[in-house]
């Protein structure tokens, strides 16, 4: 079994609009040829779906659908000042308008959100594996373990207590042999 923990779909959720904004997917949608429309299950509304029925544990159609009509997707759609959230407008309990949206979104669009979000993510490790990088080389230069006179080094430091262990768990253990022992 993998060590791996899937994030839940609301831990995911407030970074879905900087992973895929909708500016990436227009494009995407257009040059696929087919005509879909972007009222109330939007291709984006679409895409968080796909996201939202693999991280839950309930995988259903039906679930993602309470997802809507909860609200906690309603930013992925612009609110309409006559009829309100996107919640609000979603007036059948029926699932079909989901599933027809889900079977003509194309393949090219969900293979091209992908690469995208692929993309961005590899920024993003690359950014932190630089900034892990300078944080060891000011740690270095500066001969101390605070980085307190480091450019924001609050925010630095804050990360950099973070990581060490707990001290009041250290107590009671003692070296031996290398490894910890319970006393």
């Known amino acids: 079994?993998?060590?791996?923990?899937?994030?839940?779909?609301?831990?995911?959720?407030?970074?879905?609009?900087?992973?895929?904004p909708r500016s990436i997917v227009e494009p995407l949608v257009k040059a696929s040829g087919v005509k879909l429309y972007w009222r109330l299950l939007t291709p984006l509304v679409i895409l968080w779906g796909f996201i939202f029925q693999r991280l839950s544990s309930d995988h259903t159609c039906d679930a993602m659908f309470s997802h809507l009509q909860s609200g906690a997707a309603d930013h992925l759609v612009p609110v309409d000042p006559m009829a309100g959230p996107l919640s609000?407008?979603?007036?059948?309990?029926?699932t079909s308008a989901y599933v027809q949206?889900?079977?003509?979104?194309?393949?090219?669009?969900?293979?091209?959100?992908?690469?995208?979000?692929?993309?961005?993510?590899?920024?993003?490790?690359r950014a932190k594996k630089r900034h892990h990088h300078l944080e060891r080389?000011?740690?270095?230069?500066?001969?101390?373990?605070?980085?307190?006179?480091?450019?924001?080094?609050?925010?630095?430091?804050?990360?950099?207590?973070?990581?060490?262990?707990?001290?009041h768990k250290l107590l009671g253990r003692r070296a031996v042999g290398g490894g910890l022992l319970r006393v």
Do not use: D
């Open 1 to 20: 079994m993998s060590s791996f923990m899937r994030p839940a779909p609301e831990e995911l959720l407030p970074l879905f609009p900087e992973l895929l």
């Open 88 to 94: 609000k407008r979603l007036i059948s309990e029926s």
């Open 101 to 125: 949206g889900r079977n003509r979104l194309p393949l090219s669009v969900l293979q091209g959100a992908l690469h995208h979000v692929f993309t961005v993510l590899t920024g993003w490790l």
């Open 137 to 167: 080389s000011c740690r270095a230069a500066s001969g101390r373990n605070n980085l307190s006179s480091v450019p924001n080094g609050s925010h630095l430091e804050r990360v950099h207590t973070s990581l060490q262990p707990n001290r």
